[in-house]
């Protein structure tokens, strides 16, 4: 429905949205994965304050941490907020550490969802770094969407396909996450993470096996505590 937009930069999106429509109402959220160096330098550009929200759900990988703190500094970035999930939460659902493995979308819930939306009060949008190139369920994605909680979603990459996002990475000599040289192409939790199988999409590592593709916090809410 927004296809017009298309021709308009990321860069151009993203600064109209955080100095304009937006401003001082719209947070980044980055997983800090294999793209996610793209839109935080964006941001670095427009606003180094802007805030970044991280969502360290205890089961990440230790790459991706020593990859957010690499970044941060590297950027610049003052406003970087890392929110874990709820301790009672966790106690009540999850003292084992063990639900991924039995109710993969509650452990969702519990490490992201819930903690998002908690992390996301007060703000009017959010921008997320999703692409329609990176599976088929993301393939009528727009640049500013409407989401589940009435929240405005901005996809500022929505139409970025492999080249331009390379091209940015060596543009601005970027570093990339260590575990892409291993062969992961889309990172979550360690826990969920696989290599995709040549071939397949980006993200078809995650949740490798089972019938779900999204952890949940671009869909409306299941469970909320
Ligand atoms: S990706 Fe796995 S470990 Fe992480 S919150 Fe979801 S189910 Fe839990």
């Known amino acids: 429905m ?31 994965g294999t793209e996610s160096a793209i839109l935080l330098h964006m ?8 805030p970044v929200v991280f969502l360290e759900t205890g089961k990440l990988f230790a790459e991706t941490l020593e990859y957010r703190d690499e970044l941060v500094a590297l950027l610049g970035l003052t406003n970087m907020r890392s929110i ?11 003292p084992a550490g063990t639900l991924w493995q039995k109710d993969p979308d509650l452990c ?38 409407t989401g589940p909680d009435g929240r405005t979603t901005v996809n500022p990459l929505a139409f970025w396909d492999e080249a331009r996002i390379e091209a940015y990475f060596a543009r601005h ?13 889309s990172i979550g939790c360690a826990t969920c993470t ?26 409306p809410r299941q469970f909320a505590a």
Not at 173 to 185: C, D, E, F, K, V
Request: proline residues 5%; positive net charge; charged residues 25%.
């Open 108 to 145: 969702c819930a519990i490490r992201k969802t819930n903690p998002l939306d908690a992390a996301l009060e007060g703000f009017s949008a959010w921008i997320t770094g999703r692409k329609r190139s990176q599976n088929a369920k993301r393939a009528k994605l727009e640049l500013v969407e």
């Open 2 to 32: 927004l296809d017009f937009l298309e021709p308009l930069s990321a860069e151009c999106v993203l600064e109209s949205m955080i100095m304009g429509r937006f401003r001082g109402k719209i947070a980044l959220v980055s997983s800090f």
């Open 84 to 94: 874990r999930p709820s301790g009672q939460q966790l106690a009540a659902y999850d």
């Open 194 to 219: 696989a290599r995709p199988i040549d071939g397949a999409d980006k993200r078809s590592g995650r949740w490798a096996g089972l019938d779900k593709t999204e952890c949940g916090i671009h869909l």
């Open 43 to 50: 941001v670095s550009q427009i606003d180094r304050a802007t």
């Open 173 to 185: 000599h970027l570093p990339r996450h260590p575990l892409q040289a291993q062969g992961y192409t």
